[in-house]
């Protein structure tokens, strides 16, 4: 009978690649246990593996999108309801201007006027709303404060009216204000009209007007671009989310608002005073008009942003369905084999335990 010799120690080696190839197999059994998707998504898939990071791809790019649109729709939400604050201001200057009527009693003059300087102070507020560090009336200037503040005494677009009211009494030879007529008035008012809608040249321009043309909102009143935010809600759709604070309802605002600070007062005959506030009511009314339906636009694209998502959201749904289809794991499946695996570790290690206490000294006792 022939004796062969087994060495102790290339069991234990034995033993130990044993073991650390079981806990290899364990963490990866574990991870797919915790995401029950495969650990080796490449190993498991194979030739399909390109398939999966196609969907997974996919699943980003929807999330991304997502994402995108939450903010859009932060910015159209807030822009829609500065703009509805805007237009309550505007109807508490035409109640301002339909209190007084023809009076030309100093104290609601003074009254009215104040009420309106107020008004035109929180509508500046308003149009420089900012969500995010963006500032939502810019346009695509969204990092440049749109607004100057209008309603301050000595503010450029002020200096601006008086230097254009100084030039027409000198260019009509019109002694001064309390002289002006009713069609004198009201020629003032179409030049001024004309200035803000930027259809007249600026009487003393900045020394910047290469950059602002012959606007005279952009020379002294707004920084903003008349070009929109455009966010894509979804891969073949763009729509505008914002708006901007060179409409024409904030320029009518304005307007209506400097007319009747500078006018309502008793230095000019009462005939002039009513034709300010005929066409007070007249800017202001088209100011209201021109706020709503900015409102309503950005309503619509808010619309369109919430089907967007709608969409979005069930294509993610039906893409992570085909994705968990591939890469999925049986989740019980892989517990059974976790619990193989330590029942492996642990006989393992019983049986290097074991062979660590061989030892001829044990037998020559």
Not at 84 to 99: A, E, N, P, V, Y
Request: aromatic letters at 6%; charged letters at 20%.
């Amino acid at each position: 009978m022939k004796t062969s010799f087994i060495s102790s120690l290339s069991i234990q080696t034995t033993m130990r690649y044993a073991v650390a190839k079981a806990q290899q197999d364990m963490v990866a059994a574990q991870q797919e246990v915790t995401t029950g998707r495969h650990a080796d998504v490449g190993v498991a898939l194979g030739a399909t593996t390109s398939r999966s990071l196609d969907l997974t791809r996919d699943v980003l790019r929807i999330k991304s999108m997502l994402t995108t649109n939450s903010l859009a729709t932060q910015r159209l939400e807030s822009s829609e309801e500065a703009l509805s604050k805007m237009s309550g201001l505007g109807q508490k200057i035409l109640d301002s201007l339909i209190g007084i009527g023809g009076s030309s009693d100093s104290t609601n003059l003074s009254v009215a006027r104040t009420s309106i300087q107020s008004a035109l102070d929180t509508f500046a507020s308003f149009a420089n709303t900012s969500v995010n560090g963006e500032y939502l009336f810019a346009g695509i200037n969204s990092d440049i404060k749109p607004f100057e503040n209008v309603a301050a005494a000595g503010s450029a677009v002020q200096v601006a009216f008086d230097a254009e009211l100084a030039k027409f009494l000198t260019d009509n030879a019109i002694a001064s204000r309390s002289d002006m007529t009713q069609q004198d008035m009201s020629d003032f008012l179409d030049l001024m009209e004309s200035k803000f809608d930027g259809s007249s040249p600026l009487t003393d321009p900045p020394h910047d007007i290469a950059t602002v043309g012959t606007d005279f909102w952009a020379a002294y009143v707004s920084n903003a671009s008349d070009e929109n935010m455009k966010s894509r809600i979804t891969q073949s759709e763009i729509v505008e989310t914002s708006t901007n604070s060179n409409t024409a309802g904030m320029r009518k605002f304005v307007l209506t608002s400097l007319i009747s600070m500078e006018f309502l007062t008793n230095d000019i005959s009462d005939e002039a005073r009513s034709v300010v506030t005929t066409r007070a009511q007249a800017y202001i009314g088209q100011a209201m008009s021109s706020l709503t339906g900015e409102r309503a636009r950005l309503g619509l694209s808010a619309e369109r942003v919430k089907k967007a998502d709608e969409t979005l959201e069930a294509q993610q749904k039906i893409i992570e369905v085909h994705l968990n289809d591939l890469e999925s794991v049986d989740a019980y499946e892989a517990s059974t084999r976790v619990k193989g695996l330590q029942a492996l570790i642990e006989t393992a290690y019983t049986l290097t335990a074991r062979l660590q206490q061989l030892s001829l000294v044990n037998f020559l006792r």
